[in-house]
């Protein structure tokens, strides 16, 4: 096993252990910083597979951006820890958890079944060059519909969040 | 040349990260932790395509994650300004409290 894969499996584990933290914690707070940690583990992992540009954007916008956004508004909402009993938290896990383990175990089968991914990936690096003109040569409108699409988001906010008038919103 | 490992492995990881965001969105009552659930997915998403980039050596599968990261930007700012303006309306982000219809 080479060297790479082991940074692989490691980088895996606290991604899924940090995952994991972050969705059982009944603390929202402390449920976003867990999640901070494993998209910070998440873009390691894409730089690992050979997308520089994107690991560093998946720490600007998931890592950075979205996550102040969450904690942003965790704060100005005043949202208190879940306090229903540790029974009552545990039970609306059952059937959850029971439908993500049946669809994990066909996940496996199919991955399993699948032959033509068993071969180990080769160590390559798109760079942000090529990358760039790759992006703005196939997919030019995409990319401008994505601006759009990030336009009408702004907008969206911008009208549900807006004060009642007499704030000056 | 070095070699990483099968991309089914890559996949695998993608699914269980995938899994484990959509339980938190189906078993969370806070409607803070089902937006989380839904990034963790969309995060899980891009994973599966970089893996997939690096297995067919086409960049086609690294352009998706940007757009992918759009989305997960924009659903993130629309949804948080849905939950601000339903904390408004109600004065709760209890997805078990908005039971008004019930009476």
């Given at each position: 096993m080479s060297i790479y894969a082991v940074i692989f499996y490691v980088l895996g584990a606290v991604i899924i252990a940090t995952t994991v933290l972050a969705i059982t914690r009944r603390n929202v707070m402390h449920a976003i910083v867990c999640l901070a940690l494993s998209f910070i583990a998440t873009a390691l992992l894409f730089y690992l597979l050979g997308a520089p540009f994107l690991a560093m954007l998946e720490v600007v916008i998931y890592a950075g951006a979205i996550m102040v956004l969450f904690l942003f508004i965790v704060m100005m909402l005043e949202i208190k820890a879940d306090n229903r009993s540790l029974g009552t938290y545990l039970k609306q896990w059952i059937l959850p958890l029971l439908l993500a383990v049946t669809s994990l175990l066909f996940i496996c089968l199919l991955i399993l079944l699948e032959?033509?991914?068993?071969q180990p990936l080769t160590l390559t690096a798109a760079s942000p060059l090529a990358f760039g003109r790759f992006l703005f040569k196939k997919y030019w409108l995409a990319v401008e519909i994505t601006s759009y699409l990030l336009f009408v988001a702004l907008v969206g906010a911008l009208y549900l969040g807006r004060g009642d008038g007499t704030t000056g919103g | 040349m070095p070699t990483i490992v099968p991309y089914s492995h890559v996949l695998l990881l993608a699914a269980i990260l995938f899994l484990l965001g959509a339980g938190c969105a189906v078993a969370r009552r806070n409607l803070i932790m089902i937006l989380i659930g839904v990034e963790v997915m969309l995060s899980a998403a891009g994973l599966a395509f970089i893996g997939a980039a690096m297995h067919w050596q086409q960049l086609d599968g690294q352009a998706f994650v940007i757009f992918i990261m759009a989305v997960a930007a924009s659903e993130v700012a629309v949804g948080l300004a849905l939950i601000v303006y339903s904390q408004r309306r109600s004065g709760t982000v209890d997805a078990d409290r908005y039971d008004l219809m019930k009476g």
């Open positions: 032959s033509g991914s068993s | -």
